[in-house]
Nanobody
Framework: QVQLVESGGGLVQAGGSLRLSCAAS????????MGWLRQAPGKEREFVAG????????YTADSVKGRVTISRDNAKNTVYLQMNSLKREDTAVYYC???????????????????WGQGTQVTVSS
């Protein structure tokens, strides 16, 4: 199993940047595909970005493509989400999630992940 703790959320003005971090416990972090998902008030949780266990494959939702980069450092058991040119519609609780993977497969939907962090709030003001 893996336990996930997000950090880096906060209040930022539109056009600004934030970098979210997700620290994972355990010695097998490199065996997990990781993802970032978000949930805005009154909306369903949606996929933002995902990365394969080795970091060689990434997927990004169309809604954030070109503004968001996911990366990971397996030596530090950490996955990151760099968000630039933030918009008000990016306001949401952002969740880090993981799925034990035997290949470079990356889940691109909420139901594909088994382990979740507690979430970190990102608020973008105009």
């Amino acid at each position: 199993q893996v336990q996930l703790v997000e950090s880096g959320g906060g209040l930022v003005q539109a056009g600004g940047s934030l970098r979210l971090s997700c620290a994972a416990s355990g010695r097998t972090f490199s065996s997990y595909a990781m993802g970032w998902l978000r949930q805005a008030p009154g909306k369903e949780r949606e996929f933002v970005a995902g990365i394969s266990r080795g970091g060689g494959r990434t997927y990004t939702a169309d809604s954030v493509k070109g503004r968001v980069t996911i990366s990971r450092d397996n030596a530090k058991n950490t996955v990151y989400l760099q968000m630039n040119s933030l918009k008000r519609e990016d306001t949401a609780v952002y969740y880090c999630a993981g799925r034990l993977a035997t290949t470079d497969w990356v889940p691109v939907a909420s139901r594909g992940y088994d382990y979740w962090g507690q979430g970190t709030q990102v608020t973008v003001s105009s």
